[in-house]
C-alpha cells in the first residue's frame, strides 16, 4: 500500500490504564469511615491500583493486522478492551475510526437461547438490517461448522462445548466488516480446521480494508495472520514492528 494511501484507524498516545480494586472487608468502606475521608479529603487506602498499561503510544493503519504478544499479565486483554471502549483511560488518549468491535471468547451471548437465536441477535446488535440478517444466517452458521455433528443450531448455546461456543462468536463478528476488529484469544480456542477457515476470514476481513488486532499465545496464529506485532511487557511496549523481527526478540526473552 503507497505512503500517501495509509488511512489511521486507532492511535494510542501515551496510554494509561489503571484498574481500581476495591478490597472486601475493610473497615473503611463504613459510612462512618467514608465521612471522616470526606471531611479531611484523605485517600481511601483500601483501593488497590493496578497499572496496567503504562504510556503506550502506537499508530495503526486501515489494512493491517497487528498480533498483541507479551507474557502472561503483560496487559494485552486490558489494552484491546481500552481500543474497545470498554475501559477508560486514566491518562493519554485512545482513539479510534468507527466503533471497534471486540471479539473475546467471553464475548456476551445468552447461554439459554439457541445458537440460530444467537446469530440474529448477535447480527441485530452488530448494526444489520432484520432482511441483511435473513441472509446472512445461515451462511455463519454452516461457517461456524457447529451442526456438523447434528442440529446443534437449534440448542440452547449452553449445551455446547467452550470450542463450539468461541466458534459461533468468531463467525458472528466475522460477517460483518468492521473498521477495526479485535480479537482476543478466539482463534485458539477452535480446532486446527477451524482455526484455519478463521485465519483464512481474518485475512479475507483485512484485504477489505479494515484493521484487525489479534492476542494469542499461539505463535503459529500470529505469523499466519498478521504482519505486524506489538510486545507488551509489564504494561509497556518492549517492540513493534514486522512480525518475523518481533518474534524473534519475544522468543529470546521468553528463553531467558
Ligand atoms: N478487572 C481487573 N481488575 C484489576 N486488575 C486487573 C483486572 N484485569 C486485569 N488486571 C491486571 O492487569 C494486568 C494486565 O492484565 P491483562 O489481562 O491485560 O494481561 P494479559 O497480557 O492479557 O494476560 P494473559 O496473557 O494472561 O491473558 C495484570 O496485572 C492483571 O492482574
Redesign the pocket.
Known amino acids: 500500500m503507497a505512503d500517501n494511501e495509509r488511512i489511521p484507524t486507532v492511535i494510542a498516545d501515551e496510554a494509561h490504564i489503571i ?1 481500581k ?1 476495591h478490597q472486601a472487608g475493610a473497615s473503611s468502606s463504613s459510612p462512618l469511615a467514608s465521612f471522616k475521608r470526606l471531611a479531611t479529603r484523605s485517600k481511601n487506602s483500601n483501593i488497590r491500583e ?1 497499572h ?2 503504562k504510556g503506550v503510544s502506537f499508530v495503526a493503519y486501515k489494512g493491517e493486522a497487528i498480533g498483541l504478544i ?12 481500552a481500543v474497545a471502549g470498554l475501559l477508560p483511560v486514566s491518562r493519554g488518549a485512545i482513539y479510534a475510526s468507527g466503533q471497534p468491535s471486540l471479539l473475546g471468547v467471553n464475548a456476551a451471548l445468552m447461554n439459554e437461547l439457541p445458537g440460530d437465536r444467537n446469530v440474529e441477535l448477535g447480527c441485530l446488535a452488530m448494526g444489520m438490517s432484520p432482511d441483511e440478517v435473513r441472509a446472512k444466517k445461515d451462511e455463519i452458521i454452516e461457517f461456524s461448522g457447529i451442526n456438523d455433528k447434528g442440529d446443534f443450531a437449534t440448542l440452547p448455546m449452553r449445551t455446547y462445548s467452550s470450542g463450539m461456543s468461541a466458534r459461533l462468536r468468531f463467525s458472528i463478528a466475522a460477517a460483518k466488516q468492521h473498521d477495526v476488529l479485535l480479537i ?2 478466539a482463534l485458539a480456542t477452535g480446532d486446527a480446521k477451524f482455526r484455519r477457515r478463521s485465519e483464512a476470514r481474518v485475512r479475507e476481513l483485512r484485504a477489505q480494508a479494515g484493521t484487525v488486532f489479534l ?1 494469542s ?1 499461539s505463535e503459529q496464529s500470529i505469523r499466519d495472520t498478521c504482519e505486524r506485532c506489538i510486545w ?1 511487557e509489564a ?1 509497556t511496549i518492549r517492540a513493534d514492528g514486522p512480525t518475523d523481527e518481533v518474534m524473534k526478540e519475544y522468543e529470546a526473552f521468553a528463553r531467558r
Not at 507479551?70 to 478492551?81: A, D, F
Open positions: 484498574y480494586v493496578v496496567a498499561v507479551g507474557t502472561n499479565g503483560s496487559g494485552k486483554s486490558t489494552l484491546l478492551r482476543d484469544e492476542v499465545h507488551l504494561g
